[in-house]
Protein backbone atom coordinates (compact mmCIF):
# COMPACT_ATOMS: atom_id res chain seq x y z
CA UNK A 1 0.00 0.00 0.00
CA UNK A 2 1.21 3.63 -0.84
CA UNK A 3 2.34 5.44 2.19
CA UNK A 4 0.50 8.12 1.78
CA UNK A 5 -3.04 6.47 1.21
CA UNK A 6 -1.80 3.96 4.13
CA UNK A 7 -1.26 7.70 6.26
CA UNK A 8 -4.32 9.03 5.27
CA UNK A 9 -6.47 5.57 6.00
CA UNK A 10 -4.97 4.69 9.53
CA UNK A 11 -6.75 7.13 11.62
CA UNK A 12 -9.96 5.26 10.62
CA UNK A 13 -8.68 2.57 12.12
CA UNK A 14 -9.59 2.41 16.15
CA UNK A 15 -7.32 -0.71 15.76
CA UNK A 16 -4.62 1.32 15.05
CA UNK A 17 -3.36 -1.02 12.23
CA UNK A 18 -4.52 -1.26 8.68
CA UNK A 19 -6.17 -5.29 8.23
CA UNK A 20 -3.88 -7.78 6.60
CA UNK A 21 -4.93 -10.88 5.10
CA UNK A 22 -4.31 -13.10 7.97
CA UNK A 23 -6.77 -11.02 10.34
CA UNK A 24 -9.64 -12.59 7.44
CA UNK A 25 -7.92 -15.74 7.70
CA UNK A 26 -8.62 -16.62 11.06
CA UNK A 27 -12.00 -15.79 10.83
CA UNK A 28 -12.70 -18.14 8.09
CA UNK A 29 -10.74 -20.39 9.98
CA UNK A 30 -13.28 -20.02 13.19
CA UNK A 31 -16.44 -20.00 10.82
CA UNK A 32 -15.59 -23.43 9.81
CA UNK A 33 -14.43 -24.85 13.02
CA UNK A 34 -16.55 -26.78 14.80
CA UNK A 35 -16.55 -23.92 17.38
CA UNK A 36 -18.79 -22.19 15.34
CA UNK A 37 -21.67 -24.77 14.60
CA UNK A 38 -24.52 -22.65 16.37
CA UNK A 39 -23.44 -19.80 14.22
CA UNK A 40 -26.03 -19.34 11.61
CA UNK A 41 -27.34 -16.81 9.31
CA UNK A 42 -25.49 -13.52 10.99
CA UNK A 43 -23.31 -11.10 9.01
CA UNK A 44 -20.05 -10.55 11.00
CA UNK A 45 -18.16 -7.49 10.11
CA UNK A 46 -14.18 -7.86 9.82
CA UNK A 47 -13.04 -4.33 9.53
CA UNK A 48 -11.41 -3.47 12.82
CA UNK A 49 -13.95 -0.76 13.71
CA UNK A 50 -13.05 0.95 10.86
CA UNK A 51 -15.26 4.17 10.61
CA UNK A 52 -15.62 7.10 7.88
Known sequence: ???NL????LPKF????????ADAAKLIAFLASD???WITGQIIHSDGG???
Open 6 to 9: KQLL
Open 35 to 37: DAQ
Open 14 to 21: PMGRIGQP
Open 50 to 52: FRE
Open 1 to 3: MYD
